[in-house]
């Protein structure tokens, strides 16, 4: 892999019950990017459409869905879709790019991301929003440029899919697919292919074709990942596939006590390089959900909203009649002068940065020049998380109750972050 191409990043994790110390299911993802891509945190309310209505994704048009669910998401601010989120039904959705031996297709078409933000928004279970994901590959493919950047670079991808009761682990290779369904204890995806034979779900073609590319004998049992593995995969896939196990033996260290709080450690483990600094790219964003299987408890959704998640505030999101929308998280639209939308793209910078991002750079520059003065910081921003995490505990508990002001919350916080860097 050529040096200026994106390494082979990002993490997703799950754990469900027993893995995790309540009865709850908890998801985790950090987003690994070029290191001065902006991620921005955007809440879409539930809507209806109107039938025949099209709709703008990254790069092309489709038919837009007659209703889609509340959403928040952690998006790279130049495109459409997200690198995570979560909808008002539970579901939690992250994606990972993959390399394998279908080809990548050149044209444009739906990113990875696009696939994430359509799985939440037309999905009320993660087994729907693989259903709705491997229905729109079908029909639209996948591809285009992962970056904002005039070189050509893509992928596929893998997605981790969360909701109240189970995980779907869905690996594609071009329109092709596999799924493997978790229902207990811990899980990672990384960027290499996971599932062996152990598939739950898969695309009616996809034996037939690995059969007619030479790729599969016929014979024997079918075992996808070794089946469909690149030929020639990038050189940084050996680190992925470290990230990837070490992910693992983080998860199984904590395997039957995993909460939130675990799960926001992991994140933030340098080491492992699931905290991801090398280079030209770093984690860019991070996110956490807890999922209770009661349905009569409220999901809750941690986003960092700024990189560096061993040096940033997880905030807590939930889902409410009134969300607040939070201003100092979006970042700058451009409209039609934007690099993105102009042809040939991205031939020139905009500057994306929103207000945290901007106060939580400064900081970040005060922790390298003034290390006393930066451990301080840091130490009060642990504080206020863990006052979050603390009252979040409480309210999922029982012992707080849950009032109107839950839609305020991020908002709050977000608020109270930039105070401490003023």
């Known amino acids: 892999m050529a040096e200026h191409e994106p ?68 998006r790279p601010s130049w495109l459409w879709g997200a690198e995570m989120g979560a909808n008002d039904k539970g579901v939690c959705i992250g994606n990972e790019a993959v390399w394998t031996r279908e080809a990548i297709d050149p044209g444009e078409a739906l990113l990875g991301m696009d696939l994430v933000r359509l799985g939440l928004e037309r999905a009320d279970s993660a087994w729907g929003a693989v259903s709705v994901i491997t229905g729109l590959l079908e029909q639209h493919g996948q591809g285009g440029p992962c970056r904002e950047d005039p070189a050509p670079f893509s992928y596929h991808n893998s997605f981790l899919l969360v909701d109240r009761n189970e995980a779907w682990v869905l690996e594609t290779a071009g329109k092709l697919w596999v799924a493997q369904k978790v229902t207990e204890g811990v899980k990672n995806i990384s960027n290499a292919l996971t599932i062996g034979t152990d598939i739950s779900a898969e695309h009616p073609e996809l034996r037939s074709v690995a059969q007619a590319q030479g790729w599969w004998s016929g014979e024997g049992e079918f075992c996808f990942n070794e089946v469909f593995k690149s030929e020639n ?87 409410s009649e009134s969300v607040t929308p939070v201003s100092r998280v979006i970042s700058p639209q451009y409209g039609p002068d934007d690099p993105v939308r102009k042809q040939p793209r991205f ?62 919350l991020f908002f709050d916080c977000v608020d109270t972050e930039l105070k401490f860097y003023q």
């Open 7 to 74: 390494p082979l990043s990002c993490d997703c994790f799950v754990s469900l019950p027993p893995g995790s110390q309540d009865d709850h299911v908890i998801f985790g993802k950090n987003s690994d990017r070029p290191r001065d891509e902006v991620q921005e945190v955007l809440y879409y309310p539930a809507t209806s459409h109107p039938s025949g209505t099209m709709l703008e994704c990254t790069y092309i048009q489709i038919p837009q869905a007659e209703y889609t669910h509340a959403v928040v998401l952690s």
């Open 347 to 408: 031939q020139s910078q905009v500057d994306r940065r929103h207000d945290l991002y901007k106060a939580h750079e400064g900081a970040l520059q005060t922790m390298e020049t003034n290390p006393d003065a930066g451990n301080a910081l840091t130490e009060t921003l642990r504080m206020l998380e863990g006052q979050c995490l603390t009252d979040i505990s409480a309210l999922l508990s029982g012992e707080i109750p849950a009032d109107e002001e839950l839609g305020d």
């Open 233 to 319: 995969p990038p050189a940084r896939m050996e680190l992925a596939k470290k990230r990837y196990s070490g992910g693992t033996q983080l998860l199984q260290q904590h395997d039957g006590s995993v909460t939130a709080e675990v799960m926001m450690s992991i994140l933030r483990d340098k080491p492992s390089g699931i905290c991801m600094d090398s280079g030209g790219f770093r984690t860019t964003g991070s996110m956490v959900s807890i999922l209770p299987r009661d349905p009569s408890l409220p999901c809750i959704h941690f986003l960092t909203a700024t990189p560096d998640p061993s040096r940033s505030v997880f905030k807590p999101f939930i889902f």
